[in-house]
Nanobody
C-alpha cells in the first residue's frame, strides 16, 4: 500500500486546512490514521478512522477541532482541521493498517504503511 499525503500549508491561527491521504489500495479495508511530528519530538497520534469507517478516534489536543473522514470511492481519507493553533505546527503523516486492533489505533508501531508527510505551519 502506498500513501500520498497532501494539503499542508501555512495559515494563521484560527484558520483551517484539509489534509488528504490518497491510498493505492482500498481504504475501506484499512484503518487509516494521522500522526504528527515536530523536530526533536516523538510522532504523536492525531486521529484515526477504523476500517469501514466504523469508528473515529481523536487525540485530546484536536478533539472538537478536527474531523477525519473517508471517501472510499476515491480511496482517500481526509483530516479537516479547524481553529488551528500555533502548537498544531508539525509534519503530518498518514498511516494505514489492515490489522490494527481497537486498543492500538493510537500507537505509531501499529501501522505498517506510511505516507511521506505534509508540513502544516500555523502562525500566531
Amino acid at each position: 500500500v502506498q500513501l500520498q499525503a497532501s494539503g499542508g500549508g501555512s495559515v494563521q491561527a484560527g484558520g483551517s486546512l484539509r489534509l488528504s491521504c490518497a491510498a493505492s489500495g482500498r481504504t475501506n479495508s484499512m484503518t487509516v490514521a494521522w500522526f504528527r511530528q515536530t523536530a526533536g519530538k516523538e510522532r504523536e497520534f492525531v486521529a484515526a478512522s477504523r476500517r469501514g469507517g466504523s469508528s473515529m478516534h481523536y487525540s485530546d489536543s484536536v478533539e472538537g477541532r478536527c474531523t477525519i473522514s473517508r471517501d472510499n470511492a476515491k480511496n482517500t481519507v481526509y483530516l479537516q482541521m479547524n481553529s488551528l493553533k500555533p502548537e498544531d505546527t508539525a509534519v503530518y503523516y498518514c498511516a494505514a493498517s489492515t490489522t490494527v486492533i481497537l486498543s492500538r489505533v493510537r500507537q505509531v508501531d501499529a501501522y505498517g504503511f506510511w505516507g511521506q508527510g505534509t508540513q502544516v505551519t500555523v502562525s500566531s
